[in-house]
């Protein structure tokens, strides 16, 4: 009886010495987790502080109104509109886009729900190798072959266009897009397959009415992770855009604006930003560049944000 008695509480003691480490441990990681939210929080307020302190001051040269529907950007004359540089990375960024999200999705569905697992196995890593290739040999790629071929395919008198950058930017985004998207759809569960298959639905209509629905929210982030790679990638489009500060005569005009060369507002600050003379109008100006595409990544970022909240609380 006494040695019963005395394992019993040596189990008791063992299990609370236990429980009290994995509450130690529980707590620690949560506090952890919590320093790393606030850091990134004041980390990204720093960076805003930053921007905001050099950008003020060309305020000083040209109005804010000037300066955001300004349509000439010429440094050397003080001329410091950036209307080109913001209609240049949109229409890019929205040129890639059409390119990468039907292509991107349709490619995750076929990976997660019709490839055989042996090509499965050989394309999941082949496309999370191809999001690792360096921009500037997405660039180098985009001069020496899509570019002739696009004077080719559209006669036109460069490559270098808008056009250009939104088919390298596409081929950037893709691997974000369909990496992401596979996971969402495999995460949905097989229950809601073989319920739909029960039913009476085939193949495709479990995909179209069911699977791709539930996963609605993992393919709008993926989504959106791919409109912020092409709004903040800077190499593939320094060599591959032109590099002109032109604005779209209205909305007729926007045709020939995306067959002709723009300029980004990254690569504007790639390129200037190592030439120009510190703390002059020009530099703040890029400064000025930086920070309202700070701004509006931060606003893309909290749309898409809004928008998997709505989702979920729909779903």
């Known amino acids: 009886m006494f040695n019963a008695a005395t394992d019993t509480r040596a189990g008791i003691n063992t299990v609370i010495v236990l429980r009290r480490r994995s509450q130690w441990k529980d707590k620690l990681i949560s506090r952890i987790v919590f320093v790393n939210g606030v850091l990134a929080i004041v980390v990204i307020m720093l960076i805003f502080v930053f921007l905001t302190k050099d950008a003020l001051p060309v305020l000083k040269h040209v109005s804010l109104r000037e300066f955001l529907t300004g349509r000439l950007w010429q440094p050397e004359f003080e001329n410091f509109g950036i209307a080109p540089l913001m209609a240049g990375s949109f229409v890019v960024t929205v040129g ?61 008198p460069t490559g270098l266009t808008a056009i250009t950058a939104s088919v390298m930017l596409a081929f950037m ?89 723009v300029r980004t507002m990254t690569a504007t600050i790639a390129a200037d930003m190592g030439e120009t003379v510190q703390y002059s109008p020009h530099y703040h100006a890029l400064f000025g560049v930086g920070l309202t595409l700070f701004l509006i990544t931060f606003l893309i970022n909290f749309l898409a944000d809004l928008a998997l909240r709505r989702n979920r609380q729909n779903d």
């Open 96 to 156: 890639a886009l059409l390119v990468a999200v039907p292509i991107g999705i349709a490619s995750a569905i076929y990976i997660a729900e019709i490839a055989p697992l042996w090509v499965r196995e050989i394309l999941k890593p082949t496309i999370e190798i191809l999001a690792g290739i360096p921009s500037v040999v997405v660039g180098f790629i985009g001069m020496a072959i899509v570019a002739p071929l696009m004077i080719k395919l559209l006669d036109l």
């Open 173 to 261: 985004a893709m691997p974000t897009i369909i990496s992401i998207s596979e996971d969402a759809i495999t995460a949905v569960p097989k229950s809601y397959r073989d319920g739909s298959l029960a039913l009476g639905a085939t193949k495709w209509e479990t995909i179209k009415g069911v699977v791709v629905p539930s996963a609605r929210s993992g393919i709008i982030a993926a989504c959106m992770l791919g409109v912020g790679r092409a709004v903040g990638e800077t190499m593939t489009v320094l060599m591959v855009a032109g590099n002109a500060a032109n604005v779209p005569d209205g909305i007729l005009g926007l045709g020939r604006f995306f067959l002709g060369p």
